[in-house]
């Protein structure tokens, strides 16, 4: 299963916030046997959204998407989406319960801006969020899964852990009959290109669907390796 990874929120492109998301959505992945082969961080934009959608949609089989769920005039992602599969919004209940009694339990009055949270795409798979407001959305067309999740890291985290991790998990299984195995080695001592020569040509020894990375750093190189 090929996954791209989509970012979305202003804060990130001018370097307020470091993506901290889509480096543990990469690993959360990787670890059920999944191979993220693109990262892409975008603005606040509809239009920048709808493009990589489009672009995206022919090449991967998941794009999951974090950001932009949020009550404000900046947060366009459930809006974007609705025009992207051709959808309209839907009161959902559940969602709405979620809302109230998160207020109530807060003490704080529950505004327009929040109750319109539960409003949602009528086509999407509504992933509930009891750790926040902003439900995940999850989309299926032409063979390609579309999630959307909220840019919070523990919401965002909650939601993959309940929802959308073993979802993929047995899709992968499905098709694969197995989890594909992965395995760090770390060396110590050896510069990159010498281990390189020491190991020789990974073709010789690695199956066609196998994989090995060199991974250098100030503690050593450390060996990814995936069968």
Known sequence: MNIALLTIGDE?????????????LAQACTDIGAQVQR??????????????????????????????????HDDKTKETLVTYFN???????ATLHNLKARARLRGLPLNQRNMDQALLPSLCTILQNPRGTAPGMLFEKDNVMYVSLPGVPSELKGIMNDHVLPRLRSLIEEEHGKKPFFRTILTKGIPESALADLIGDPAAFLNEDDSLAFLPSYHGVRLSLGV
């Open 12 to 24: 990130l492109c001018i370097g307020q916030i470091i993506n901290t998301n889509a480096a543990w």
């Open 39 to 72: 990262h892409i961080t975008i603005g606040d934009s509809s239009d920048a959204l709808l493009n990589e959608l489009q672009i995206l949609s022919h090449e991967f089989d998941c794009i999951i998407m974090s950001g932009g769920l949020g009550p404000t």
């Open 87 to 93: 959808d309209t919004l839907i009161l959902d209940e």
